[in-house]
């Protein structure tokens, strides 16, 4: 029996080291996309074969030292992936010292999940969190219907309710400027577009997305997320005015399409030195991703982030605060694209869809 169970953990293992190595294969087709999501997962189950076949069973043959070899190798290359996201790691977009003032700018994202019918909860969220600008997704007719009294205190709007679970609801405090709803690459999957005025009368360029997954059910292919998401990129790079990009990517923050996005936009994670902020999935503790993103131009710093509590949907909303600092340029830990990566991103934007 303790052969059984020792095969068993062996290509578990096995499946283990394989699934890390996947994501190499830069291919759009989901089944080579969607093991880019449980990095930790897979540090943790690496971790626990690794711990329990040392333990458990006698080490005696090559194929048991092959294996704690590849477990290690791996357990080494997986540290090496999240060491970004963890508080050792240095900082890409540094703490605020200025106090919180009219350049500041508090941001709430959440994607409510059409379904869900606990808007009340939201409700107290919002006063809870009390943004400046807030973006809900997944949001059809019904659910426009139920955040609409928010107009007397967020009199500027932008809303695009949909049946598709790709509605977008924007409301904001701060008065929006040449504010556009984009289709940039399917016609039935919206973005936003609007200059934001701070308190201080300074501009900024805000871009919200919410592109579809890679997955069956959805989309077998990454290629149209990839381009939208590459698309603002680009937008975003060449903004006259301080940008931030806001939504469910549907993408994982260590992604190299989310990699290639930063390097392309010069565009800052806050996450980076603080936490993985896991917004998705709510309902399971062990099968968490952070898929919803905050991004911010190099001449912000950060003044809070924080995981709010679940409202009855599959996400955690994440709110956030901001403040437009352009000495913080000099500070900011601002990715660059090299050719390759500019090669990448032509092969992307480029790239035929359905």
Known sequence: MMEVYQDILFYLGIFVVVASLVPLIR???????????????????????????????????????????????????????????????????????????????????????????????????????????????????????????????????????????????????????????????????????????????????????????PVPQENPQSTERDKEILLVAKKAKESRYPSIVIGDLNDVAWSYTTELFSKISELLDPRKGRGFFNSFNAKYFFLRFPLDHVFCSADFTLTSISRMNSCGSDHFPMCINLQYDPKAIAQNDIPTADQDDKELFREKVNAETD
């Open 27 to 213: 291919h759009d087709f989901w089944i080579f996309r969607v093991f880019e999501y449980p990095r930790l997962q897979k540090l943790t189950l690496n971790f626990l074969i690794l711990l329990l076949y040392t333990l458990c069973f006698p080490i005696a043959t090559a194929r048991d030292y092959i294996l704690l070899m590849l477990l290690l190798l791996n357990l080494i290359y997986l540290c090496w992936q999240i060491f970004p996201f963890t508080v050792l790691a240095s900082k890409q977009v540094i703490q605020s010292t200025l106090p919180v003032g009219q350049r500041n700018i508090q941001l709430l994202i959440a994607n409510v999940f059409q379904d869900n019918r606990k808007y009340a909860d939201y409700h107290q969220l919002i006063k809870k969190c009390s943004p400046d600008v807030i973006l809900m997704v997944e949001t059809n007719q019904w659910w426009q219907d139920k955040m609409d009294s928010l107009g007397s205190e967020y009199p500027y709007q932008i809303k695009i309710p949909l049946e598709n679970t790709y509605g977008m609801l924007l409301y904001s405090k701060l008065e929006l400027l040449d504010g556009s709803v984009k289709y940039l690459v399917e016609d039935d999957i919206p973005s936003i577009e609007t200059e934001v005025k701070l308190p201080s009368g300074e501009l900024l360029k805000l871009f919200c997305l919410h592109p579809r997954p």
